[in-house]
Every structure is written in structure tokens, then in C-alpha cells.
């Protein structure tokens, strides 16, 4: 049971660290709005 718990953490980790990397780009994208007006 402390494998899986440990298992369990890891991955969830990860795939939050994923979701804030590709988030961080569409952010970037839709900054660039000074250059717009």
C-alpha cells in the first residue's frame, strides 16, 4: 500500500506540471496585445 501511495503521488505531480507549461504558452500568445492597439 506505501508502493502504490508513492506511485499515486508521482504521477499526479507530473501531470500538473504538464498543465502548467502548456497553460503558460497560450498566456504568452494572447499577451502579446500591446502590439495590437
Known amino acids: 500500500m506505501s508502493n502504490q ?5 508521482p504521477q499526479p ?3 500538473s ?3 502548467s ?3 503558460k504558452k497560450p498566456l504568452n500568445n494572447g499577451k502579446p496585445n ?3 492597439p
Not at 5 to 9: D, L, M, Q, T
Open 34 to 36: 500591446k502590439t495590437d
Open 5 to 9: 501511495k508513492s506511485n499515486a503521488n
Open 21 to 23: 507549461t502548456p497553460r
Open 17 to 19: 506540471n504538464e498543465t
Open 13 to 15: 505531480n507530473k501531470k
